[in-house]
């Protein structure tokens, strides 16, 4: 009977169903450490686990070390250890390291936190992503953009996807963004050439090593863009074309980069470009689930819970790979301002004609104050066989639905 412990800082809706997935296999003892208590678990899941511990700091490798041990020491074996947040992987390696727990270490984490690292590691191989630096002081920024050129990007180099990414046109942004956050050896930043191309991720299952299955998304448009401009609607395109010729570019590196890294079990997500002359680049990789609702997507196009499906690979090392019967897409309803939900207008109209086209949603609710978030404040998911009429579908929704604020 396999011993798993999730380490979940918060029980957020989707970290929920993940330790659903671990709890609902058939044979397997599930315990818990976080930073919330357990009543605010659902019932029906609570009942599954063996044990809770919680901890005021469930990002903290010291307390997850402590917390595994007090778990053990109540006859919880703990033989797999597990967390899907991007900030947890280093920890959970040290840990792991720590105890002689089996999975990814520290040294291979750093690989694709370390955004700087991870792509060093990938030129070292030969493998496509932007130029960049480590800049560790103001003079070494402006060195790099004197090569380079604008625009650049800049960010930290332990960020995940565009959170704490600022795009600089000019010197004098740059200039600015340098007063503002002065890179240092304690506190570097790290500076890309802006690669100019359709944005994608690009989402994989390995065992032992090797790439078994994979998922291609377009972003509509670049992530980046929607965090700069905050009356963009955010869309997310599956097509059902995974296996399209225009996509080998990014298959014939994908699996030698996670190699190179060290990805050997579980879910990756990776986001790259493809530029106007069809080369690739690699923006950044991270070792775990991806966010976003990207989980809920893939498992409509692939017909199958894709949270299942990891549940099984990263406690039994088995994963069936699935074909891809649907396109999917997902609009994330985003409100033009800052304030609280009044409502929805273009609703009801929209449904109708969408019809069976909607499989998920969560609106908006009115007096719900609004996220700031590029994610939005709701999300409506569409499938269906034909590529075209999802991304019909996503156009409609994102230009003739509007979120009201009071």
């Given at each position: 009977?396999?011993?798993?412990?999730?380490?979940?800082?918060?029980?957020?809706?989707?970290?929920?169903?993940?330790?659903?997935?671990?709890?609902?296999?058939?044979?397997?003892?599930?315990?818990?450490?976080?930073?919330?208590?357990?009543?605010?678990?659902?019932?029906?899941?609570?009942?599954?686990?063996?044990?809770?511990?919680?901890?005021?700091?469930?990002?903290?490798?010291?307390?997850?070390?402590?917390?595994?041990?007090?778990?053990?020491?109540?006859?919880?074996?703990?033989?797999?250890?597990?967390?899907?947040?991007?900030?947890?992987?280093?920890?959970?390696?040290?840990?792991?390291?720590?105890?002689?727990?089996?999975?990814?270490?520290?040294?291979?984490?750093?690989?694709?936190?370390?955004?700087?690292?991870?792509?060093?590691?990938?030129?070292?191989?030969?493998?496509?992503?932007?130029?960049?630096?480590?800049?560790?002081?103001?003079?070494?920024?402006?060195?790099?953009?004197?090569?380079?050129?604008?625009?650049?990007?800049?960010?930290?180099?332990?960020?995940?996807?565009?959170?704490?990414?600022?795009?600089?046109?000019?010197?004098?942004?740059?200039?600015?963004?340098?007063?503002?956050?002065?890179?240092?050896?304690?506190?570097?930043?790290?500076?890309?050439?802006?690669?100019?191309?359709?944005?994608?991720?690009?989402?994989?299952?390995?065992?032992?090593?090797?790439?078994?299955?994979?998922?291609?998304?377009?972003?509509?448009?670049?992530?980046?863009?929607?965090?700069?401009?905050?009356?963009?609607?955010?869309?997310?395109?599956?097509?059902?074309?995974?296996?399209?010729?225009?996509?080998?570019?990014?298959?014939?590196?994908?699996?030698?980069?996670?190699?190179?890294?060290?990805?050997?079990?579980?879910?990756?997500?990776?986001?790259?470009?493809?530029?106007?002359?069809g080369t690739v680049a690699i923006s950044e990789v991270g070792a775990r689930p991806p966010g976003a609702r990207f989980m809920n997507l893939m498992s409509w196009a692939?017909?199958?819970?894709l949270f299942r499906g990891w549940a099984e690979a990263m406690v039994f090392g088995r994963f069936e790979p699935r074909p891809r019967p649907y396109a999917a897409g997902a609009a994330y309803l985003r409100a033009h301002g800052t304030g609280t939900v009044a409502g929805i207008e273009g609703l009801a109209t929209l449904a109708?004609?969408?019809?069976?086209?909607?499989?998920?949603?969560?609106?908006?609710?009115?007096?719900?104050?609004?996220?700031?978030?590029?994610?939005?404040?709701?999300?409506?998911?569409?499938?269906?066989?034909?590529?075209?009429?999802?991304?019909?579908?996503?156009?409609?929704?994102?230009?003739?639905?509007?979120?009201?604020?009071?």
């Amino acid at each position: 009977m396999p011993d798993v412990t999730f380490v979940a800082p918060f029980f957020a809706e989707t970290t929920l169903r993940f330790i659903g997935a671990v709890a609902g296999l058939e044979g397997v003892r599930t315990s818990v450490i976080s930073q919330d208590p357990s009543d605010r678990i659902p019932d029906g899941l609570r009942h599954r686990l063996t044990d809770h511990v919680r901890v005021s700091d469930g990002l903290d490798a010291v307390q997850i070390l402590r917390a595994v041990r007090q778990l053990r020491g109540r006859g919880q074996k703990v033989e797999v250890l597990l967390g899907t947040f991007e900030e947890l992987q280093v920890p959970l390696g040290q840990v792991r390291d720590a105890l002689g727990i089996p999975g990814m270490g520290a040294e291979t984490a750093e690989n694709f936190r370390d955004k700087s690292r991870m792509k060093r590691v990938l030129q070292a191989h030969g493998l496509p992503c932007a130029r960049h630096t480590l800049a560790t002081s103001p003079v070494a920024a402006g060195v790099f953009a004197g090569e380079v050129g604008y625009p650049l990007i800049a960010k930290p180099p332990a960020g995940s996807g565009a959170r704490g990414t600022h795009r600089i046109n000019s010197g004098i942004e740059l200039a600015s963004l340098l007063t503002q956050m002065p890179p240092s050896a304690e506190r570097p930043l790290l500076l890309e050439e802006f690669v100019v191309g359709d944005e994608h991720s690009f989402d994989s299952m390995s065992l032992d090593g090797r790439m078994v299955w994979h998922s291609i998304n377009h972003y509509l448009p670049a992530a980046l863009e929607v965090v700069r401009e905050p009356w963009i609607q955010w869309c997310v395109l599956l097509p059902r074309e995974a296996d399209d010729p225009q996509y080998a570019g990014i298959r014939d590196v994908a699996g030698p980069a996670l190699r190179v890294l060290g990805m050997d079990r579980g879910l990756s997500h990776m986001e790259w470009f493809r530029r106007g002359d069809g080369t690739v680049a690699i923006s950044e990789v991270g070792a775990r689930p991806p966010g976003a609702r990207f989980m809920n997507l893939m498992s409509w196009a692939h017909d199958f819970d894709l949270f299942r499906g990891w549940a099984e690979a990263m406690v039994f090392g088995r994963f069936e790979p699935r074909p891809r019967p649907y396109a999917a897409g997902a609009a994330y309803l985003r409100a033009h301002g800052t304030g609280t939900v009044a409502g929805i207008e273009g609703l009801a109209t929209l449904a109708e004609e969408l019809g069976p086209l909607v499989v998920e949603s969560r609106l908006p609710r009115p007096g719900q104050p609004t996220s700031g978030s590029y994610e939005g404040d709701g999300f409506i998911i569409v499938r269906d066989p034909d590529t075209r009429v999802v991304k019909d579908a996503l156009w409609k929704i994102v230009t003739r639905l509007r979120v009201a604020l009071a």
